[in-house]
Each structure stands twice: as C-alpha cells, then as structure tokens.
C-alpha cells in the first residue's frame, strides 16, 4: 500500500474529524496531494488540494471555511482537517497524489489511497 487514509468515523452534526494521508514508500512533497470524497450513488468528488510546493490550497466550494488541508513534512502525510460537519458530508473519502492540471478533478492523480469512511448522522 503505497498511499494510506485514516481518521474516519462517525460523528454528529456540528462536529469535527481529521483525516491523515500517509505515504510509506515516497515522500509527499514531490506531488499534489488531493481529498475526494464518493457517497453512496453519486460521483466522486473533489474536495481539496495542496499544491507541494508553494503552498497553495483549493476547496470545493460545499467545504470552504470547514475544512482545511495542511502538510506535515516531518511524517510525510497530509491532512484534512473538518469542522461543521453536515449529513451531506457523509462519504468515503480517499487521498491521491499527483501532478494534476485541474486539481479537483480525479484524473492524472498516480496513487490513491484505499479510503476512509466518514458518517454524519444524528
């Protein structure tokens, strides 16, 4: 497993999860790193970006001001880290690494990491 989710669970809504993106076999900081996220019948979507090296950062516009994507260069992983989580918020979500041109979208991304659940119910 070259790229590894982590960090999903079920919360209510209001609250708040980080997920983690590791990576066992490359470092991190040679590729974009991307969250998506796939509900049950519907599309994968993208949810975040970071840029590896000049620190730029993207959202899906349903997760802007809620979520937050950061780097941890020392133990090569990536984070996403949710406030506010809404029903709708509900997916398995899974990182990816890669040089995209379009980084909310899920092609040209070279690994991708097996997914972690994250459930939003009361």
């Known amino acids: 497993v070259q790229l590894q989710a982590s960090g999903g669970g079920s919360v209510q809504p209001g609250g708040s999860l980080r997920l983690s993106c590791a990576a066992s076999?490359?470092?991190?900081?040679?590729?974009?790193i991307g969250w998506f996220r796939q509900a049950p019948g519907k599309k994968r979507e993208g949810v975040s970006f970071?840029?590896?090296?000049?620190?730029?950062?993207s959202y899906a516009n349903s997760v802007k001001g809620r979520f937050t994507i950061s780097r941890d260069h020392a133990k090569n992983s990536v984070y996403l880290q949710m406030h506010s989580l809404k029903p709708e918020d509900t997916a398995v979500y899974y990182c990816?690494?890669?040089?995209?041109?379009?980084?909310?979208?899920?092609?040209?991304?070279?690994?991708w990491g097996q997914g972690t659940q994250v459930t939003v119910s009361s």
């Open positions: 990816a690494a890669g040089w995209p041109s379009i980084p909310l979208l899920d092609v040209e991304y070279e690994f």
């Open positions: 076999e490359f470092s991190l900081d040679n590729y974009g």
């Open positions: 970071s840029h590896p090296s000049d620190g730029t950062t």
